[in-house]
């Protein structure tokens, strides 16, 4: 029996094979850069890896650093062309981080004072001690070795 590909239904996907419209900004091998159907605001915009990776869970680590290094390329290109006063770097992985669409995606939305975003922390964080040096340790000692 043949499992479904999941990239099959993917919009980003069919971005990347040129079978769906896109305002494309720039590719590489490994990556698009692409405004999204509904930006924020001009300079908004995508950086996503060619193939399909769900999410950031399933990326290597050749994928995550072609991502990255893009990310940082077109950050500057968004600065030099639209002039923000700063700029979020938003990864949603899930439908809780507000994941809509299948496909490892970066936004890179420019910022504006008084601009229509709205604010990305709560108020007031967790501050219990126990409760973040508990999250220290474990976040340790699932934490792989890093590659040389």
């Not at 999410?55 to 968004?78: F, M, N, Q």
Request: aromatic share 4%; charged share 20%; glycine share 6%.
């Amino acid at each position: 029996m043949t499992r479904p590909d999941p990239a099959a239904g993917c919009a980003f996907c069919r971005i990347a094979a040129g079978t769906a419209p896109a305002r494309l900004i720039a590719g590489t091998g490994a990556t698009l850069t692409f405004l999204p159907l509904r930006p924020v605001h001009p300079g908004h915009v995508l950086v996503a890896p060619r193939r399909h990776v769900r999410d950031i869970w399933e990326a290597d680590e050749e994928t995550a650093a072609a991502v990255g290094a893009e990310v940082l390329r077109v950050a500057h290109a968004v600065r030099a062309a639209h002039r923000p006063d700063g700029l979020n770097v938003i990864q949603s992985s899930g439908a809780a981080a507000t994941q809509t669409v299948p496909h490892l995606h970066v936004h890179l939305v420019p910022r504006f004072e008084g601009d229509r975003m709205p604010h990305l922390w709560p108020e007031e964080a967790e501050t219990d001690p126990q409760t973040l040096d508990d999250s220290v340790r474990r976040i340790r000692a699932a934490l792989p070795a890093p590659t040389p």
